[in-house]
């Protein structure tokens, strides 16, 4: 029997991504037959401790758009690096390896999948009740700050999230984007919130908060614009302007408030309709059309709402493996990337195939080491 010395690698935050990560080496080295490994997990938190808040609790493991293209689309950052990670691990795949470990899911109308017993807990407790299934596995319940705390380990995986990660990204001297808020609330300058009121606007639904607006919308908004100065403008489109003037046509007499409040909440209408009571023949076509938009100026992200950060290492420094390209033994997977998406299982998705891209290569990288003999 051929014996190797012992394999260590490190997975810095067990996160989604670390334990999937995690996961996947130890499965891929089963298939393998290979053993002489250990895998370390390091995080200042209890494992999958920031899985339990995802989906409202009840965990959206992804999405079941079919089409790569159209899924990866749905990323404001990371979209053409992503279409080589989804086509060697897709969410069908994800799916499959969920219900392989006893997690059943479902599909909602709006595409978003979730588990069968709606429960963030029972998928966190599923995972690492298949991770203990091995003792090639270690989790050590400390902050790591620097690449060098862990140097003497074969193979490097930095999974943790962006909170309080960017002294060990310097640390590791790979080129990064500065972390930034999206999937947020954003605070509103000068306008009179109707708070509690929400709206379905042709751009996505919202709701108002104070001095705010959250929600789907919201989020969005907050994602493709995560990069820009504060304060900023934005456009929602509220309904067709044309079903405006179609009833200003058939009721004339009636007022511009009430014909606005057919389309949106009644009190959104009274802050935006000028004239609110006069009759709409009094008010021209320009005037009928500009109550079918609203015109909002951003003052900053509020600290409310689902919270990605965009930024992290940037994309040209890993190659498709999400490899470092400088340094030999170092892979990023997860949030820590420079990819980040809309609200829908969208960062799961992520998570999983940028974890699972990793476990493969990191596996094929220590097989190598001991000279391709399994």
Not at 51 to 68: H, Q, V, W
Not at 180 to 209: H, Q, R, W, Y
């Amino acid at each position: 029997m051929v014996r190797f010395k012992q394999n260590n690698i490190a997975i810095v935050g067990a996160g989604p991504s670390g334990v999937y990560c995690a996961l996947n080496i130890l499965k891929e080295f089963k298939e393998r037959k290979f053993n002489s490994f250990t895998v370390t997990l390091f995080d200042k938190s209890e494992p999958l401790k920031t899985l339990l808040k995802t989906g409202g609790g009840r965990c959206n493991i992804t999405n079941s758009i079919s089409d790569i293209k159209d899924f990866a689309s749905n990323y404001p950052r990371g979209e053409k690096f992503l279409y080589s990670l989804f086509s060697r691990h897709s969410n069908i795949d994800t799916i499959n390896y969920f219900s392989s470990i006893g997690i059943k899911t479902y599909t909602q109308s709006d595409n978003r999948v979730f588990p069968v017993s709606n429960s963030a807990k029972y998928v966190r407790n599923k995972m690492l009740d298949e991770l203990f299934k091995s003792k090639n596995i270690k989790i050590v319940k400390k902050r790591i700050n620097s690449i060098k705390d862990i140097q003497n380990f074969d193979a490097i995986v930095v999974s943790n999230g962006s909170k309080d990660s960017e002294n060990l990204i310097k640390s590791t001297g790979q080129k990064y984007i500065p972390f930034k808020k999206a999937l947020c609330s954003l605070i509103i300058n000068d306008f009179d919130c109707p708070m509690g009121v929400s709206v379905k606007s042709l751009d996505g639904e919202f709701i108002f908060t104070k001095n705010a607006i959250s929600g789907p919308l919201a989020f969005k908004i907050s994602s493709i614009n995560a990069f820009k100065s504060f304060p900023y403008d934005i456009k929602i489109n509220l309904f067709e302007s044309e079903k405006l003037l179609d009833l200003a046509k058939k009721y004339p007499k009636k007022s511009i408030g009430n014909l606005v409040s057919s389309f949106i909440p009644r009190a959104l209408a009274k802050r935006t309709v000028k004239n609110f009571d006069i009759n709409a023949a009094e008010a021209s076509k320009n005037i009928l059309k500009s109550y079918s938009f609203l015109t909002l100026n951003v003052k900053a992200a509020s600290p409310s709402g689902e919270i990605v950060n965009a930024g992290g290492i940037d994309l040209c420094a890993v190659d498709k493996n999400c490899k470092s390209k400088t340094t030999d033994n170092l892979w990023f997977c997860g949030e820590i990337l420079n990819i980040d998406g809309f609200c829908g299982g969208f960062n799961l998705q992520n998570c999983w195939s940028s974890a699972y891209v990793v476990a493969i290569d990191v596996v094929s990288f220590i097989i190598k080491k001991n000279n391709g003999v399994v």
